[in-house]
């Protein structure tokens, strides 16, 4: 999830300080989330998806794809 959240924010051309102004977390909580440090919670998939315009679904395509294959 983390991964994708980096993803996002470089396609939206958004530093890490940008989007933690946007969404109201410090610049390191979301260095954090990027590099997998912290897990991401729901409320924050939440407050995360609504910062940067996706679905919280967005977040969770490449764990829905491993499982995909996983059930193969």
Do not use: N, W
């Amino acid at each position: 999830m983390g991964k994708r959240l980096g993803d996002r924010r470089r396609e939206l051309r958004l530093s890490l300080a940008q989007v933690s102004a946007r969404c109201g977390v410090s610049l390191q909580q979301i260095h954090k989330y990027e590099t997998g440090q912290t897990p991401l919670s729901l409320p924050m998939l939440v407050q995360l998806s609504r910062c940067l315009d996706v679905p919280i679904g967005y977040f969770l395509e490449p764990l829905e794809q491993g499982a995909k294959i996983a059930a193969s």
